[in-house]
């Protein structure tokens, strides 16, 4: 996909779509009775990213939906662990960690596809029993050479004739482990001259000597994914399978074998039905696993919940919430044409909702020093901030005024340009929810360096008092007292990748070239700064989010912030300037 492609969705659609449409026929028609049953079945080899949510809140969100008109309305998390090699029992747990921490409760309805496996298996030996399957000797270069093309047949196994007994035999011998990996293979008996390849006497089971995670050793061969999943689903009287864009061409297959297995009296109709929709794709991030597990094996970020990583868990600890992912997933809606989705729209949605529910506080980022160099030494005075400007019951708190102040460097100019409103040598501003304040002087160091700055407040002037507001001022800056004020580590984070399609072709380059998306990672994702912040700051929950007035939403970090030694993560910045400055 180019540049060119990049949607930014700002209807907020969680109205209709084609799969509620879909759905609604079925209520209407009680094709499945007084339910819809969807399932979210992610395969445990990797952690949950912000595709999956999509498809988190796709799935328990129709189920969720719909239980008002359909009752028995459920939605299963399914480990989809058919695969012994790649499967742990870690990421098991981290799925359920992050589908739960999105909202839905999954207790009771947790499932794992090799609970299906003796299922499966019975489901296998009635296929052959019915020639419908077979135990085909090829080496995998034959039965690839043999498959054919596109545009070309394939060609039939010469062992697509053995009889029942013999296929039954052999296949019952593969279970016991008499062979080894790759010398026989169960195929589905349909047409190797099929026109979708996919129905070209695909494979059912394979021979694989592998521990399973919760199987131990008890099986030496596993069903194919193709086969798994819609038996699965079956089993657990799914009505409406969603899967994304890449499966159409599996849809025949998963028809056919739930058909003939219907045929045979092991399932009853209504089956489950699969339906498409577009996965999710998101600028400056990469959603697949395995280019994740690069980046974090390759040592390119700090470990699976890094806040840059599009995973569940590093949004967690970057402070994206539950909630604007559910506002994010309703705006972007389901669609059935892959589309790039900007990251802003994101972010749009993780700000929105942090400017609902953070309260505010004061933290300087950068701080350099301001004496008032008329207010008494050792006096302090409250000023009052809201704790949330679109919230009075949340009420207010003290911010304590001294002589000596933290103010953040970028608010102060030596020599001002054209167009700074904040401080400078003569000029005034207003110390939010303080005084006025005119500048009188500033020192530096053997670099230029600006070190302290005076200024000399007006008493007539305190923010909320009669006549306060008689005389105005451009600027508006944040500040704390230095004695009231504790030392805490920030970290800013950006996005992941300095580009939008991380490893895309970009214009200009040579057709052969090949980029590697591991350079086009963005160096300054992550920079980590001392800054000073209100004493109560030190005290929060980890976790704890707030607005950082005029700097942007942070979190408390999940794991290290302690009131010793406060650590806040940079969620996003209050405006998209993405590029801009
Ligand atoms: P990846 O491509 O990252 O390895 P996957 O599709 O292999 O992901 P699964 O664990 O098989 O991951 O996915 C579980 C469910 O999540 C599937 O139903 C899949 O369709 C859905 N899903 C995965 N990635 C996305 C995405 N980018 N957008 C929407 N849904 C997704
Ligand atoms: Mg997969």
Redesign the pocket.
């Known amino acids: 996909m180019t540049d060119t492609a990049t949607e930014r969705t700002n209807t907020n659609a969680v109205a209709n779509n084609f799969i509620r449409s879909r759905i609604d026929e079925d209520c209407a028609k009680k094709t499945y009775g007084e339910k819809v049953v969807t399932r979210?079945?992610?395969?445990?080899?990797?952690f949950?990213?912000?595709?999956?949510a999509?498809?988190?809140f796709?799935?328990f969100g129709l189920a969720q939906d719909y239980a008002a008109q359909c009752p028995q309305s459920l939605c299963n998390l399914r480990f989809?662990d058919t695969n012994p090699t790649k499967e742990e029992t870690e990421y098991v747990d981290a799925i359920r960690e992050d589908v739960a921490w999105l909202g839905f409760d999954t207790s009771g309805r947790e499932f794992y596809a090799s609970n299906y496996f003796k299922r499966l298996y019975h489901c296998a030996e009635l296929l052959i029993t019915a020639n419908l399957a077979y135990v085909d000797s090829q080496d995998s270069d034959a039965m690839r050479a043999t498959r054919g093309t596109l545009t070309e047949p394939g060609k039939n196994s010469p062992f697509r004739t053995r009889t029942i007994e013999e296929n039954l035999d052999l296949f019952r011998r593969m279970r016991a482990g008499e062979f080894i990996d790759g010398a026989h293979i169960l195929r589905a008996k349909i047409d190797m001259a099929a026109p979708n390849m996919n129905l070209r006497d695909p494979a059912i089971y394979r021979i694989r000597h592998a521990h399973h995670h919760r199987t131990g050793d008890a099986w030496c061969i596993y069903p194919m994914y193709d086969f798994a999943h819609c038996v699965s689903d079956a089993i657990e009287g799914i009505s409406h399978s969603?899967?994304?864009l890449e499966?159409t061409d599996h849809r025949p297959l998963y028809e056919w074998f739930l058909d003939r297995l219907a045929e045979l009296g092991e399932f009853t109709r209504p089956l489950p039905q699969q339906i498409e929709?577009?996965?999710?794709?998101l600028t400056y991030v990469v959603?697949?696993?395995?280019?994740?597990i690069q980046l974090v094996t390759g040592g390119h970020v700090d470990g699976w919940n890094d806040p840059r990583l599009p995973t569940l868990k590093g949004a967690r600890r970057r402070g994206f919430t539950p909630e604007g992912f559910k506002r994010f997933a309703d705006r972007i809606g389901v669609s059935k044409s892959d589309s790039l989705i900007d990251y802003s729209v994101l972010e749009d949605c993780m700000r929105e909702d942090l400017n609902e529910r953070a309260e505010r506080r004061v933290a300087v980022l950068d701080p350099i020093k301001l004496v008032l160099t008329n207010y008494p030494d050792g006096q302090t005075e409250a000023c009052f901030a809201p704790n949330h400007p679109h919230h009075a019951e949340l009420g207010t708190r003290e911010i304590p005024l001294a002589r000596e102040l933290w103010i953040e460097r970028e608010d102060f100019m030596p020599e001002p340009v054209k167009g700074f409103f904040r401080l400078a040598p003569g000029k005034e501003v207003r110390l939010r929810y303080g005084y006025i304040i005119k500048c009188t002087g500033f020192d530096l160091d053997a670099n230029e360096q600006v070190t302290c700055i005076y200024a000399e407040y007006d008493p007539e002037t305190k923010s909320g008092t009669p006549g306060s507001e008689s005389r105005k001022v451009k600027g508006n800056i944040h500040w704390l007292s230095c004695k009231h004020a504790v030392p805490a580590e920030i970290r800013l984070y950006d996005r992941l990748f300095a580009v939008p399609n991380p490893g895309a072709h970009r214009e200009g380059d040579a057709p052969d070239l090949e980029r590697d998306f591991l350079n086009d990672i963005n160096p300054a994702a992550k920079n980590i700064q001392t800054g000073m912040v209100e004493l109560a700051l030190a005290q929060c929950e980890p976790e704890s989010c707030y607005q950082f007035e005029r700097n942007g939403y942070f979190v408390a970090d999940q794991y290290d912030h302690t009131a010793g030694k406060p650590v806040f993560n940079r969620t996003v910045t209050l405006r998209d300037s993405w590029g801009k400055s």
């Open positions: 979210f079945p992610p395969e445990p080899n990797g949950l990213h912000f595709g999956h999509k498809s988190i796709l799935n989809d969603l899967c994304t499966f929709f577009s996965r999710l794709n959603l697949s696993k395995r280019k994740l």
